[in-house]
């Protein structure tokens, strides 16, 4: 079965530091990768996707970046957080083609930037 | 991405009874969507999905219904329980499967 991972659960930091957030999948191959961003009581907002390595899709303008090492890892990163970065950061997969398209998230990442 | 949203934020119901979430889409060309549950603090839980081509579905428990003409989807829950307390959201595809956007999010309270 397939399992993903991300760490850490909770991150504090202040303004201006550097970020780095981390999320691989086991038991498939090849999988889309996503982050999301999700505010205090609302939507998620889609960050990134990737559908092979090296391969990123971005979807809003902002001071993250995403990059795919290897097939199974995908990592979101910053080189100065801003306040309005904090949030809930979520990892989410899914199957390239054939079967469903549902996509499975992570347990997420509780940042706040101070 | 085009505009998901939902027309309740919160909905309280009484344990039993059957809860109905909704949800409001503008992109017309959307065909697929999925129902997800997001309990706190944790990552949202795939429900049930829809393609476009269908204006129901059922699964256990839940039901799926899809309006495409007034591009309006829905989620009942039978027997509403207390472990059905969370946010759900609805989430639309159009014809790239490699994203979805996701509406802001319906609360819903389960009363003992």
């Known amino acids: 079965s397939q399992t993903i991972h991300q760490w850490p659960a909770t991150l504090v930091q202040p303004v201006g530091s550097p970020l780095s957030l981390e999320c691989t999948v086991e038991?498939?191959?090849?999988?889309?990768l996503y982050w999301y961003r999700q505010a205090a009581g609302r939507g998620l907002q889609l960050l990134f996707y990737s559908v092979g390595i090296g391969q990123i899709s971005s979807e809003v303008p902002q001071n993250l970046s995403a990059s795919r090492p290897q097939d199974r890892q995908f990592i979101l990163s910053s080189k100065k957080l801003l306040l309005s970065d904090s949030g809930f950061y979520l990892c989410a997969w899914s199957f390239t083609s054939g079967r469903t398209y549902e996509q499975y998230f992570g347990p997420g990442t509780r940042l706040t930037v101070t | 991405g085009e505009s998901v949203g939902l027309h309740l934020p919160t909905l309280s119901v009484q344990e039993g009874d059957n809860s109905i979430i909704n949800c409001a889409y503008s992109n017309s060309a959307s065909d697929y969507f999925i129902w997800y549950k997001q309990e706190s603090g944790k990552g949202p839980q795939f429900i049930i999905d829809i393609r476009s081509n269908m204006d129901k579905r059922q699964g256990q428990r839940v039901t799926v219904l899809l309006n495409k003409t007034v591009k309006h989807l829905s989620l009942q829950i039978a027997a509403t329980q207390p472990g059905d307390s969370a946010v759900y959201f609805c989430a639309e595809n159009e014809d790239n499967f490699n994203k979805f956007y996701f509406g802001s999010g319906t609360k819903l309270n389960v009363k003992p």
């Open positions: 038991g498939t191959s090849n999988p889309n």
